[in-house]
């Protein structure tokens, strides 16, 4: 899909901030999350008057 308009960009992040903001955070038990190995990452990038990129990158992996 691409977005052209500067409004119609402007209500999708306002619609995925809101989705994201509005979720309760899920809970799991201790023992659960032992065997997973979490890394995320973000990047930022921005020119002025030009581009700007933001992305992140979820890795998991289980260990046993």
Do not use: H
């Not at 308009?5 to 032992?34: D, H, I, R, W, Y």
């Not at 002025?48 to 992140?56: K, N």
Request: net charge negative; with cysteine.
């Amino acid at each position: 899909m691409q977005l052209n308009n500067k409004a119609t960009v402007a209500s999708a992040l306002a619609g995925a901030a809101c989705a994201l903001l509005g979720t309760p955070a899920a809970q799991a038990e201790e023992g659960m999350l032992k065997d997973w190995k979490f890394d995320t990452a973000i990047l930022y990038y921005g020119e002025t008057d030009r581009v700007s990129l933001a992305e992140g990158v979820i890795n998991a992996t289980k260990t046993n």
